[in-house]
T-cell receptor
C-alpha cells in the first residue's frame, strides 16, 4: 500500500539552529515529492518539489530537500531557523497518473524558541 | 496569496444537516481538488474535478459530492453530516497542462458539526 510517513510529530528548535524534518514514502512507481507549510488558520504553501533530476532541491524561504531513492526519503532542511518558521510542515507524494491527487503525511509541528 | 478563494471561512452545522462549500479557482486553472483536514492530521484527498467532470475520488462515501462550473469554480456538498465531518476543507486549483503537480491552496472552510 502507498504511504507517507513523517516520524516526528513535534520538533522544538532554537532560533538560529538548523532544522531537519524527515519524510519517508512507500510507492510503487517513482513519485513526485512535495513539502508544504501551513501556518495557523492558513492554507498550504508549497515550499519545494521534486520531479526528477538533481536530487537536492532548493525551495523558498531558505529550505532545501534531498531525495534519496535508496532510503525512500525526502527530508527537508534549513541551516538556520527563524522565528517565522514556526508552523506545521507536510510532506506529500503524487504520481504521474494522479495529478493533483496528493497523499500527505500527518505533519510535523515545528516550534521555534528564542 | 494564491488567488484561490473559499467560502464560507467558518460554519457550524448539526448532525444530519447538509452543507455546501464553495471554491473559486485561480485564474487560468481548470482543475480543482478538494481535501479534508481533520484536526491534527494531514489533508486527505476527497475528489478532483477537471473540466466539469469528476476525475478521481479518494476514500470518501457518496454523501460527499461535488460540482464544477463552466468558469471552473467548484462546490463541495456533504449530506447527512456526521460529527467526524468536522474538519478544515481545503480547495486547491491547478492547471492540468501547467507546472506538473503544483497545487495552489485556498485558506479553507472550517466546518464544525455539533
Amino acid at each position: 500500500a502507498q504511504s507517507v510517513t513523517q516520524p516526528d510529530i513535534h520538533i522544538t528548535v532554537s532560533e538560529g539552529a538548523s532544522l531537519e524534518l524527515r519524510c519517508n514514502y512507500s510507492y510503487g512507481a517513482t513519485p513526485y515529492l512535495f513539502w508544504y507549510v501551513q501556518s495557523p488558520g492558513q492554507g498550504l504553501q508549497l515550499l519545494l518539489k521534486y520531479f526528477s533530476g538533481d536530487t537536492l532541491v532548493q525551495g523558498i524561504k531558505g529550505f532545501e530537500a534531498e531525495f534519496k531513492r535508496s532510503q525512500s526519503s525526502f527530508n527537508l532542511r534549513k541551516p538556520s531557523v527563524h522565528w517565522s518558521d514556526a508552523a506545521e510542515y507536510f510532506c506529500a507524494v503524487g504520481t504521474t497518473d494522479s495529478w493533483g491527487k496528493l497523499q500527505f503525511g500527518a505533519g510535523t509541528q515545528v516550534v521555534v524558541t528564542p | 496569496e494564491t488567488g484561490v478563494t473559499q467560502s464560507p471561512t467558518h460554519l457550524i452545522k448539526t448532525r444530519g444537516q447538509q452543507v455546501t462549500l464553495r471554491c473559486s479557482s485561480q485564474s487560468g486553472h481548470n482543475t480543482v481538488s478538494w481535501y479534508q483536514q481533520a484536526l491534527g492530521q494531514g489533508p486527505q484527498f476527497i475528489f478532483q474535478y477537471y473540466r466539469e467532470e469528476e476525475n478521481g475520488r479518494g476514500n470518501f462515501p457518496p454523501r460527499f459530492s461535488g460540482l464544477q462550473f463552466p468558469n471552473y469554480s467548484s462546490e463541495l456538498n456533504v449530506n447527512a453530516l456526521e460529527l467526524d465531518d468536522s474538519a478544515l476543507y481545503l480547495c486547491a486549483s491547478s492547471s492540468a497542462g501547467g507546472r506538473r503537480g503544483e497545487l495552489f491552496f485556498g485558506e479553507g472552510s472550517r466546518l464544525t458539526v455539533l
